[in-house]
């Protein structure tokens, strides 16, 4: 990750759908089209230690851009997104379900409906934390919501997103 480009967008630019490059973050290809995403901040390992999970994903700054962009190569990896979490959806069902029908019964063939829904529900949480990687170019949220970082950014999303920034603070010179 040392060679990466960290970019930092106003978080007030991406919720608003302004600002932002008109190519992709990770693949620096014009994009094609510009879709909801939400962002968040890295789950604080402090809270993580004193509420377990629950409280560190209530403690996390989101962002939800209403128009991120996206190029062409993205779009089939986000369609692959959305089939593994609807794909981890059922595995959590399969897991839950097999179990508690296994208690409820003893059959145990509910056992080997269970496990296989725990393994798939494993695979899919690291289908899915790969995906996401990808599609977002590791794009997360400052601790304090104010910004939003684009850790692994293409260099034609940074010179793009520069320009911007550059353009911004001169409209603003003009405008005092
Ligand atoms: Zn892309």
Redesign the pocket.
């Known amino acids: 990750m040392e060679n990466s480009t960290v970019i930092e967008i106003p978080a007030h630019w991406v919720k608003a759908g302004q600002g932002l490059p008109n190519v ?1 973050a ?2 620096g ?1 014009p994009a094609v089209a510009h879709l909801k995403t939400r962002f968040a901040s890295k789950a604080s390992k402090g809270a993580y230690a004193i509420g377990g999970a629950a409280l560190a994903a209530a403690t996390q700054k989101r962002v939800t851009a209403p128009a991120w962009p ?2 062409a ?2 779009l089939p990896l986000r369609r692959a997104a959305q089939i593994s979490r609807f794909a981890m959806f059922g595995a959590a069902v399969a897991f839950f379900g097999g179990y508690a029908l296994m208690r409820a019964t003893d059959n145990d063939a509910f056992l080997v409906v269970s496990l296989i829904g725990l393994v798939a529900t494993m695979v899919t949480l690291l289908v899915n934390s790969i995906l996401a990687k990808r599609i977002t170019a590791g794009t997360i949220v400052s601790p304090d919501g104010h910004l939003v970082l684009v850790q692994d950014a293409h260099p034609a999303f940074d010179v793009a997103g520069n320009a911007l920034i550059l353009e911004a603070r001169r409209q603003a010179g003009q405008a005092v």
């Open positions: 992709c990770k693949h290809e996206y190029c190569r993205c």
